[in-house]
């Protein structure tokens, strides 16, 4: 592994401070947006932001990849704080997962996304849009505003999604309901392909834009005295402690909790496993889209990541990944090198030192329009289409995905996805490997690939179909490995053989590399 620690380089300033100052744009309305959809502080969100540029940055062997809190990780986040009971004790499950990846990156185990199916991480990603989605519809219209002796439209109970309708005694907050609906409808005119291909899209991001729009409608209804206005300093907008408050700022992890509570590791490894997926999915698209076609470390990139969420738990950040939607505004925006990151992470400082002010006058119905977009085009109907055409063994661990990922948890879906990726493997591995060709009294039994364990079902099928009285072919040509249940099968046959008057031929049968289990 190369030295941990590289500065990023000043050599392609005049591209990478413009594509900075787009990536911040971009990134202060999402950071701000998935720390509410996690049900965390919003600071919590901006500090990792804060990290996921100039932090990990510095450690990062990506040039182009940009990291900060991540929509991948919300259900992990909500699930974490709800098992463990406040937002400091998730801290420290955030500390050790950091601690976790470096771990991964120093025993080199970078290519772990290689044996995760495509099928899979599209349903995990698709779940989370569906999740995502329901959290934020009570922010959207102001449902969240109600007494507080009803419920909510929708909630998560005991681990289970579910819907409610309207609950008893709910009064709808019209103002929020109508800045909610005009920034949502905004998102969705200005994703049309006649505005998305406009050049000023490149330098003024969509979801900016209509953060704004809702913040200035608000401030007009506030200058008017208007009853659809939402006052400022309520749970309905933004809130950053100032700095001229004397509030505490940071929140520090809740240590105690580690000899107490076994859930924290359990929430821990779930978000050392599913951040160093997504970053590491992320590090490959952005190879994908490096016009200089650069390739990066993955061990090193753990190891940047764990750096970086280790210190976000211990000052109150979410949990961190590289970011796709912000890695892809850096490449398009003309980016070079992590400088752009870099200077995006500087601004988001800045932003939070001197706009703080600024910031809480947000409307939360703005930033739910946006996560819903978000969760959206996470699970939209061209996304399931195109898993549907790649075929039933890509469809089938794609919904099983989704449904675990929506009705119990990240993980669960995640492995409920896997072990039905796995049958179609199996299923494959078992009926192509072994082909059987026959020619009068003379057969061949023919290994098409390496022969493993779950073929010796299919392999003692064909032999119980052998007759007696012929000369039997074991054909190994096209396998380089072949395992012991293989060759203990054949062997076994073998011994029978010579009372059935079979005469056996191998070719390239023995010498082959064994597999050990």
Known sequence: MKSILTLPSFKHIKDDLPAGIVVFLVALPLCMGIAL?????????????????????????????????????????????????????????VVIAGLLQ????????????????????????????????QKQISHLIGWDHAPETAEPVTHIMDGKFSWTFFPEGVTLDTGIMLIGGICLALLIVLDLKRFKDQAWKKYLPTSLIVVLVGTLINEVFLLLGSPLAIEHGTDQVVQIPLLSSGAQLLITPDFSILGSNPQVWVTAITIAIIASIETLLCIEATEKLDPEQRFSNNNK???????????????????????IVRTSTNIYAGGRTRMAAFIHGLILILSVVLLAGLLNRIPLTCLAAV????????TSLSVVRESWEKGIDQFLPFVVTIIGVVFTDLLVGIGLGLATSMYWVVKANRFVAISTVVDGSMWMIRFNKDASFINKTELKKVLRTVPDNIHLIFDATRASVIDHDIYETVGDFAQAATYRGIRIEYINMFGKRKVKR
């Open 102 to 133: 470096i771990g991964f990156g120093l025993l080199r185990i970078g290519s772990v996304t290689e044996f995760i199916p495509n099928g899979v991480i599209r349903g995990m990603l698709a779940g989370i849009g569906v999740v995502i989605m």
């Open 371 to 378: 996560l819903i977009m978000v969760g959206y085009k996470l």
């Open 37 to 93: 959809a996690s049900g965390a502080p919003v600071l919590s969100g901006l500090i990792a932001g804060i990290i996921g540029g100039v932090v990990i940055a510095v450690f990062s062997d990506s040039e182009l990849s940009v990291s900060g809190p991540a929509a991948g990780l919300t259900a992990v986040v909500i699930a974490g704080i709800a098992t463990l009971g406040s937002f400091e004790a998730f801290l420290a499950s």
């Open 301 to 323: 990139e753990l190891v940047a990541q764990g750096i970086g969420n280790t210190l976000s738990g211990l000052v109150g950040g979410l949990p961190i990944t590289s970011v």
